[in-house]
Structures are given as structure tokens and as C-alpha cells.
């Protein structure tokens, strides 16, 4: 994992100024107005749009919902034929509800709520969950997707084994969905910059297995964990069923 020494927060714009102010003090992050190599990692709070940048590779993510691939995937991605869709259970006249516990960039939550699902995030990092909220508000702007938004029923910044240990009994999920970050490549096959920086911010993720097991008390119907098609399952635990995507595998266990 990044050391925090190499993450700042960067903000020029007075609109912006109070929200970085208040995310550098919460965090313990040096707040800048102009990025600085020095740093790996720059929280960037612009007039438009919050990203996160990297310095060495130059290049910056962000949550967009509006345009580019999601925005695609909405329109063409196969609707609930997709391997996804078929994955949590979703058919016709039942359209359960999911809790996405690692949210990440909430891009896989973001297809579900499009098919209709009420989502809730749980993402752990501060700064993952500030570009989801930033992709959010965004997003309520646009007449054609803001009912989709209006499917994210919950948004938490918190790990979410606590979350799940701390859940009202009632209001379990239909649905608990973990993407585990997928496990490095050599320098011969890099990932693409996006996942890098996820990487280089959140470092390997050791604990998914102790969600996964987690997961499986708490969810009314199913637990779905995202894998790379030809990995091993997450577990020792042995999946009750798996769907097969081109480059993804959801593997399936029945609570």
C-alpha cells in the first residue's frame, strides 16, 4: 500500500476549497493548491470534476456515469442477459437488491442500479468514496440518468465486515457483491493505468476472505465474488455455482 506521505489533496478553486479543507483535516493529508510531483497520489478537487492523479503515470481516474464506457455499457452492454446479471439472480419480475461491499469505483453497482437493482455502496477508502460521491452528484444532473442514480439507496465510507456485523437483521440484501482486487501482473502483461492507481492507493487486499465468510451470514439469498476467469476461487470454500463472463468469472455461494 501507498505510504499517506505520498498522498496530498490539491485545490485552486474557492467553490471546492472548503470540501478539500475539511477532507485534508479529517485525513491528515497536506492540502496544496498546485500539484507536485513530490506526491504519488493527488486528490484533485477542480471546478468541474474531483479525480484522482498520478504523478508517475500522469494520468488521472475519476467516477463518470454520464459519458465514456458506463454510459456505453448502459446503452449496449446486453441488459440483464449479461454475465453480471445472471450472476446476483436478476430475472424476470425479480430484481433483487444488492450491497456492494467493496464499491471500489462503483462501476459494476453502477450497471446493476441500471437494470433496475437498489444498491448500497460500502467503500473503505476516503478517497474512493469522495470520487464516487463526486460521480454521484454529477451524475443527479443529467435527466437521462438520474433515475438510475436514484437506485444507489446508500452510500458509507466504512469496512465493510463492521458494516455487515453492524447491519439491522431486517434489512439484509437479497445480494452481498465483493470484487476483490485482482491480483498483479508481471511488467510483460501491465494492467491497464486505472487499475494501477487502485493498486498503488489501496496496495493488496488481504481480507477478502474474511468478508467473504462474513458475507455469507449476513445476506438473505447469495454472496457473488468477481474473479479473473481462470483464477483460483477467492477461497478454500467451494463456489455452489459460477457464471462465466470473456475475461471474468462470478463464482456464486448460496447463503
Not at 478539500?20 to 479529517?26: C, P
Not at 457473488?224 to 455455482?241: G, I, Y
Request: include cysteine; proline fraction near 4%; charge should be neutral.
Amino acid at each position: 500500500m501507498i505510504n499517506a506521505s505520498s498522498i496530498c489533496i490539491v485545490c485552486d478553486n474557492e467553490l471546492k476549497m472548503n470540501e478539500a479543507t475539511l477532507f485534508s483535516s479529517e485525513n491528515g493529508l497536506p492540502l496544496l493548491t498546485n500539484k507536485n510531483s513530490q506526491f504519488a497520489l493527488q486528490l484533485c478537487y477542480g471546478e468541474k470534476i474531483t479525480e484522482l492523479y498520478d504523478s508517475q503515470l500522469n494520468t488521472s481516474i475519476s467516477v463518470d456515469y454520464i459519458s465514456g464506457t458506463l454510459d456505453h455499457r448502459r446503452q449496449f452492454g446486453g441488459g440483464r442477459g449479461q454475465a453480471i446479471a445472471r450472476a446476483i439472480g436478476l430475472k424476470q419480475g425479480k430484481t433483487p437488491t444488492v450491497l456492494d461491499a467493496t464499491a471500489g469505483l462503483a462501476r459494476d453497482a453502477f450497471v446493476l442500479a441500471s437494470l433496475g437493482c437498489k444498491i448500497t455502496l460500502i467503500e473503505q477508502s476516503p478517497i474512493l468514496f469522495t470520487l464516487i460521491n463526486d460521480g454521484i452528484k454529477r451524475a443527479m444532473a443529467s435527466e437521462k440518468i438520474d433515475s438510475i442514480i436514484g437506485n444507489f439507496t446508500n452510500l458509507v465510507n466504512a469496512d465493510s465486515r463492521l458494516y455487515l456485523e453492524h447491519m439491522d437483521q431486517n434489512s439484509k440484501p437479497d445480494v452481498i457483491y465483493i470484487d476483490p482486487m485482482f491480483p498483479e501482473r508481471k511488467k510483460s502483461a501491465l494492467v491497464k493505468k486505472d487499475m494501477q492507481i487502485l493498486q498503488q492507493l489501496l496496495g493488496h487486499n488481504n481480507n477478502s476472505v474474511v468478508l467473504l465468510e462474513t458475507a455469507l451470514s449476513y445476506t438473505k439469498n447469495r454472496v457473488v465474488v468477481k474473479r479473473p476467469a481462470h483464477a483460483n476461487p477467492l477461497s478454500e470454500q467451494t463456489p455452489d455455482t459460477s457464471i462465466n463472463g470473456k475475461k471474468t468469472r462470478y463464482d456464486i455461494y448460496f447463503a
